[in-house]
């Protein structure tokens, strides 16, 4: 059983920066694909960001792309989310989850395992 807890969200404005981290409980952490979703009001939790269980691999969605950066540190357990440039269309709650097969880098929520309980980003124009 893994544990995930994520930290960093909150109000900013329009071109602000933001970075979130999601902290992993357990010892097999860097076996696990790792990602960050996210899901705005009325809409369907979608993927911002995947990365590879070494960190030598992420995809990003097109509507990322460019401004957030995902990275992780093994040692320390935790999996980053740089947020750049930010838009009012980036406010959703967003979401670490953990693909516990790890063998590749996927996009689809019904592929990881385990979920954060998330944290609120809103952007202000």
């Known amino acids: 059983q893994v544990q995930l807890v994520e930290s960093g969200g909150g109000l900013v404005q329009a071109g602000d920066s933001l970075s979130l981290s999601c902290a992993a409980s357990?010892?097999?952490?860097?076996?696990?694909?790792m990602g960050w979703f996210r899901q705005a009001p009325g809409k369907e939790r979608e993927f911002a960001a995947v990365?590879?269980?070494?960190?030598?691999?992420?995809v990003y969605a097109d509507s990322v792309k460019g401004r957030f950066t995902i990275s992780r540190d093994n040692a320390k357990n935790t999996v980053y989310l740089q947020m750049n440039s930010l838009t009012p269309e980036d406010t959703a709650v967003y979401y670490c989850?953990?693909?516990?097969?790890?063998?590749?880098?996927?996009?689809?929520?019904?592929?990881?395992?385990?979920w954060g309980q998330g944290t609120q980003v809103t952007v202000s124009s």
């Open positions: 989850a953990a693909d516990q097969e790890g063998q590749s880098v996927k996009v689809l929520t019904t592929e990881y395992d385990y």
């Open positions: 357990g010892r097999a952490f860097s076996t696990y694909g």
């Open positions: 990365i590879s269980r070494s960190g030598r691999s992420a």
